[in-house]
């Protein structure tokens, strides 16, 4: 089992930024790929960048050089580091864990985002 607990999440006015934390405890040693994920009312839950253990990075394409995904695996914690935020970044943030021995992919809670125009 992982536990996964994020953190970071509020209000920014458009053109803000904002930082994103994502803290996995439990059984920790099988995890691989890293990601973020946002759920907007109405919509399906989308991926908005995700990091291998091994450093390498995947972003959406409507937030390409605009956000910015890192690793601490010393600290098992995963970062989404978030600037120039539009309205339509306004959304639930859901950190994802993806577990190589068994492939099964754990969720934290989310951390709603708003950005105001």
């Known amino acids: 089992q992982v536990q996964l607990v994020e953190s970071g999440g509020g209000l920014a006015q458009a053109g803000g930024s904002l930082r994103l934390s994502c803290t996995a405890s439990g059984s920790i040693g099988g995890i691989g790929t890293m990601g973020w994920y946002r759920q907007a009312p109405g919509k399906q839950r989308e991926l908005v960048a995700s990091?291998?253990?091994?450093?390498?990075?995947n972003y959406a394409g409507n937030v390409k050089g605009r956000f910015t995904i890192s690793r601490d695996n010393a600290k098992n914690t995963v970062y989404l580091q978030m600037i120039s935020l539009k309205p339509e970044d306004t959304a639930v943030y859901f950190c994802n864990a993806y577990t190589l021995a068994t492939a099964y992919n754990y969720w934290g809670q989310g951390t709603q985002v708003t950005v105001s125009s």
């Open positions: 990091i291998t253990s091994g450093g390498k990075t």
